[in-house]
């Protein structure tokens, strides 16, 4: 199994940007389709970013894709989702999840590897 922590967020003015990371520790990441979701008070978890394990497939919600920019370190065994001018309505708790299967990155089910999230405020 592989284990997962996020960590990089924080309180942010609107505009501001913030670089997420993602660790993995217990497998390599290189073999795994990874996703970053989010989740704010009171709302369902939303699919924000995703990578295909070979790398070959990215996606993003339509509410970041020109914000945002996905990439990883092997050696570092790591995710980083970097956003850019971010909004109050980015608030939200942040997770990365993994799946070694072929999946549909954008759904949240399909990912059976979470880690504990990782808080992004951003005030006005």
């Known amino acids: 199994q592989v284990q997962l922590v996020e960590s990089g967020g924080g309180l942010v003015q609107a505009g501001g940007s913030l670089r997420l990371s993602c660790v993995a520790s217990?497998?390599?990441?290189?073999?795994?389709?990874l996703g970053w979701f989010r989740q704010a008070p009171g709302k369902q978890r939303e699919f924000v970013a995703g990578?295909?394990?070979?790398?070959?497939?990215?996606f993003f919600t339509d509410s970041v894709e020109v914000r945002c920019t996905l990439s990883g370190d092997v050696a570092k065994n790591t995710v980083y989702l970097l956003m850019n001018n971010l909004q109050p309505e980015d608030t939200a708790v942040y997770y990365c999840?993994?799946?070694?299967?072929?999946?549909?990155?954008?759904?949240?089910?399909?990912?059976?590897?979470w880690g504990q999230g990782t808080q992004i405020t951003v005030s006005s």
């Open positions: 999840a993994a799946s070694q299967r072929s999946i549909n990155l954008r759904v949240l089910e399909d990912y059976p590897y």
């Open positions: 217990g497998r390599s990441l290189s073999t795994y389709a």
């Open positions: 990578v295909s394990w070979d790398g070959g497939k990215i």
